[in-house]
């Protein structure tokens, strides 16, 4: 397959790199849990239990017909192919838990990707929004237009005193989680962020890396999202996230440029070596793929870096992932093929640009 | 009834075990409980942190371990009859069977609740329109009177007809429901 026909097939909307302060947020995602009243949850249903949920759902699809769910499409886990699940865990589509363990999991996916509801997950319905920036207010404003046409043909789980009924009580109330990527590179070089995590998790939000394991944020990306579902309203979920994000992105601001006042040679150093790590590479790990892509992207967001467009980053930590690498070079490969894959990808990806 | 795990410590556990609809009693002591929910959280999948955040909080927090132990006690008093789910077994896993549990498990679930969403018990935020119903009405018709008073004070008051006109329809829709 060439480079621009992966390309086209493997994008999603979010990747753009549009949206308010795109600069530094990556990304902004809305999830609403929902149950179905009549129904046992995923977490102890039967075979057939999860048979019933699914073809009721499939009957609803034809009345699921207005702005935003036009042409939605019905991906079933169990007629996919264990690659095609995989690029969709990889594009955060989808969560690994449907893709591996559900009985009749399935998803609803909008064309442009921005809409993916999944089925039978751990709660019956679970709506996913997902835009490029900081666009939170735009994600539920969309996710409860569709929750919105769900509910016209369904029952709902939903008691007046709970709100909505999940199978985790960790997420009843308004079943909300909003959450939103960021790029901080800045306050990992000036060691600020060991001392923000336990301040934000303070405030009743939860950070987390998104990519490599435990306390690794590969790639400089972290995920800021809420943990409060019950007795806030979703307004004020917001409202809250959207503060503390606005305050780390005055921070991370301010980091890169005590960065650039103190030792700006050094950062040029860095970026640029990454620069050249990436345009020569013949093998390339993940991790030390996401570092240097987290480099170059700084890089372009500081100005040092010129004709190369911003995206490069959120395309390529996605577009660099087993699932993808397999699925560009048509088929299964070892750890280290992946990696020379994963390297020629890369370059060629370069290459687009200053072909450009 | 002796534990079925060690055959040695009389059994004071009995869990109902749902696996696909199918449901197994399981008799344990508390020891060998113990083994086996540690268990059951290392074969978990990554993605359920949450849920051992809320175990954390049932081991961390010695009131609460009190209560444990008291519900655990009476574990078999309480089971939800539409899915089964008894409330140790739901301490053990974390998660629900049904929107039945919610009732069932009511009066354990306030402190639980409280833990999990600092300090909170009860929803505030949306409505659903059908399953919401009479709630729905009453909110949509707070909200109007609100905007009402402004549009009164701002001396608008043909727009203010309009929304009285649109308050009274939702009261008569509301009568309705209850009658
Ligand atoms: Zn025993
Ligand atoms: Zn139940």
Redesign the interface.
Known sequence: MSIEKFLNQSLSNWMNGEGPHSDIVLTSRIRLAR?L?D???P???????SKRVLEYIEKIIPFLNEYPLKNIELLKMDQLQELQKQVLVEKHLI???LA??S?NGACLLSENENISIMINE?DHIRIQVLLSGLQLERALEIA?MV??QI??QV???????????T????N???G?RASVMMHLPGLVMTQQMSQLIPSINQL?LVVRGIYGEGSEALGNIFQISNQ???????QDVLFDLNGVVEQIISQERAARETIRKTSEVQLEDKVFRSLGVLTNCRIIESKEAAQCLSDVRMGIDMGYIKNISKTILNELMILTQPGFLQQYAGGPLRPFDRDVRRAKLIRERLFLERNK | MLCEECQMRPATLHFTKIINGEKTEIHLCEQCAQEKGNLFFMNQSPGLTINNLLAGLFNVHPNFNQTQQEAVQHNELLQCNECGMTFSRFLKVGKFGCPNCYLTFHDQLTPILKRLHGGNWKHSGKIPKRAGGSLYIKKKIDILKETLQTLIEKEEFEKAAEIRDEIRMYERQLQEGEA
């Open positions: 149950n009243k129904f046992l949850f977490t102890v249903f039967s075979q057939e239990d969560s690994p838990n591996k363990e009985l751990e409860n929750d919105d509910e016209k029952d709902y789980a939903y008691n007046e005193v709970y709100g909505y009924l199978s985790c009580p960790t009843v109330g308004t909300l009743g409060i579902t019950l007795g806030k309203s979703e």
